[in-house]
């Protein structure tokens, strides 16, 4: 494995600081809240996250962390040190267990609201967005798993491996959504696809 | 017929390339939905479309495709091929029976209410902005028709057909909107003043 | 009187141009929908009031008419002649009678639920933003008017004159909202602030 | 103690003003309504305030006036005199009490439908959000105060030192939020999370 150096990281970071700026002007990752990852290498797993207790519509490219496997910050040399996610851990989590290149972290009042309504998980049907969740637009009920909250990142791991079933996203009751994909773009339509499918759900009440 | 050149398609490719940004920062494209069209020529029918799969808010003038009056890409000489949008089959169709010259077709939480709500179609009556529609602000009951959804460009065209009643407008349940007019600012305003008047209907019930 | 001369004009359609912007933006001038006026001389009145059938987000500053008391287009010479909006009669009506120096007509979708709900007039009270249309922050009522719609300008000065009791804003059933001031900030305060009060009062329902 | 200076006070004032087009951005400060402030000096207590009657959205630099302990404006040498925002006493009253260095008044539907519906205080819990308020994401019931409205400072500070309880957020019936922090990036913040909790709160019902 060749480590990440600051060019990579910093190309990373820039293109993250991009998707989280746009979160925020939709109000997804309001105060400090949410966080991005992008996959930089998978044997053994090394994540880049961004920063904690930054404003995500103002992230820089060096605002951002790289992880292991457990979510703990790795030094790399050349890079100043930025204190990951506290949930950074769930990020590689993920990462592991599905194979997502890209996981998206935000806060959308959506997720919150649906994941109160619906605990037992949302299912969603017949509604030609769910293609981008790679699913079927007639006839195919997607369950969108919801899982408790937690401050335990492990808790919160074992907790999604119960709910995992396929569906590229899980909502975290009070909290928000995870959502990822095979790139950044791709966890970001996804994103973007679920709170539309979350916001149609609740309309049909 | 003289064959669009390569300049002619960048230009509409422009076009369109900003009014799908306009659609997106909306909301009313996320992840890569919805797609938007123009005439190019009429005998026989060709027809520009955007680009499948590519972010709705970030087209290039290239990001468009040719086709002819099923919705089949047509290639030019001396333009890279470009695969469109699914549904462009329905935007040839629509322009073919219609004579409309621009076709926009966008995912809005307001259609898919709708045609949730009022299967049997939208009724809107006594509003000024009817007007938008070429449709009277007193005393006209406009009904915007409600087909239902299908993957087959074929069975959308023969719902369209026994649908369409001179509005220019149709709801696709569980999907979106189809809005056309004599150009491409003509479709954006009758698709924007749809979603107005859609707004309107469900917020009086 | 001296004659409005272009530079005078371009100066106020740039000033209403960039006005219209902030409110399509807003959503609150779909389409080519609502315009706006700034009285240029009162002896006799003249406005200058936004082109008709333009897009309100796209106004460039000779996108503006001059129209006499009657609303009717005033030919200036040295200006290329652009067609008044069809409700720049009610604009000149307004202005005569209130003494306001500029007119905001918007369709908001808050200006027609209300009008819907509250037939007889939106009555507001106790809530602070009421200062921005000079009244009382506590223990006063007031009663936005509502007025039916018509195509016939005079028909609707007819019913302002009944309905206008002092407060600077109208609305208009099934289409939107008239509001106005000493000049075009105050008017667009006003407007601002009555949809944000039309909002406290939908929702307190 | 030093005479905060021009420049320094053109800084403090282009800070604020880039918050105020923030904030004003996101429909919090309609036409003039709102006030951002910054702790210049504490001993004894001098406050930079945004200036009254002006739009929100289009501060300058120099848009700020300097307050003392009872929100009364202090002539600063070299300074043209600004009018303070009326609400500069409470700002002031604020920081004397709780600490805070930058306080952030603005005017929200969610805070005013809030207040209605919880005129005893918003009763918050069990959302990850919180944190951004120093409290717990779990099995921590925050209660957000309401106080009633006033004109008369002095009165409001009463109601102020009667309901506050170390929350670092007050809502003031048919009027808007106060939130502070310990200086103007979290205040910021503190006030984002406010309004997204309160948005939470509501649709939980």
Redo the contacts between chains.
Sequence with gaps: MTVPDREELRAVGARLAVEAARFSAL?WM????GNLSEVLRTEPLLLAVTASGR?KGELRPDDVAVVDARGEAVEMPGNEPVRPSAEAGLHAHIAAVTGARSVVHV?T?NA??AA?RWPEGVVLH????LK?LDRG??GDAVRVPVIA???DMSELAARFDTAYDGVPAVL?A???SYVWGMDT?QA???T??L??LL??AL??G
Excluded: C
Excluded at 30 to 33: D, G, I, K, L
Excluded at 126 to 129: A, K, Q, R, S, V
């Design positions: 109000g309001r105060a400090t809240s404003d806060h009042l919150v609201e109160r017949d509604l030609e967005m981008a637009a007639h909250n937690s401050q975290v009070g909290h928000g773009l970001r339509w996804r973007e696809a709170d539309w916001g149609a309309r049909a």
